[in-house]
């Protein structure tokens, strides 16, 4: 990134998708979601798509997002981001559509947004912050709570016989989007593999192709009630061993 020389002092260049005036970051200390849209922004400028981009974000902790970038926004009802974009991009094929939310807005109380999304093949591209917990709320379990994992509701750890197995959203997609569909699963621990999977993901709905899906893995420690150290710990091992990281879902390479 090029930087800019301004009273002798060297700083940055900001991302021409960032709101031009600079503000104080929203989010709790270690929160996951700055790195995420950190790769989102970064994946927008790089591919050019600034002035087609509409940004949607979900009630929770990704609302905080709604004026992080200089494009089109608009933050939703809580679980209808997927399809407020959806509809947007039915309206004007030209855009560029991404659907921004936690596991609680993609997998709670907007699942049947999402599920029937990828049965559909909508050509958007949707964006999910998987951190374990409803973080916003005060850190209740969620779809995604790991089995025995202890949270506000869980004080003795996620008992699976009683909730169920935790939400592998990715599998699912990948199990009922039709061809054309990219699915992937990143983590903030490896933001430049992140940043990787989203621009596959923008530029998959570029071109036409369907559904884009990328969950990334991600930290609370506000919730968690971890330090450093054991908030990436609980990320790069525990997290990332049950939600395995990867492309799950790619288009075919179409002949001609």
Known sequence: MQELKENNVLQPAMPASWNEETKAHKFCPGCGHGIILKCLGEAIDELGIKDKMVFGCDIGCSLLAWDFFNVDTVQTHHGRTTPVITGMKRANTDIIGVAYMGDGGGYAIGSQHLFN?????????????????????????????????KTETTPYGRDIEQTGHPTKGPEMVAAVAPEGAYVARGTVANPRQLKGFIKKALQNQMDGNGLSFVECLAGCPTNWRTNAKQTWEFIEKDMAAYYKVGELKTPQAKEG
């Open 117 to 149: 999304a990828a049965v559909r093949g909508e050509k958007i591209t949707i964006i999910l912050c998987n951190n374990g917990n409803y973080g916003m709320t005060g850190g209740q379990m969620a779809p995604t709570t790991l089995p025995g994992m």
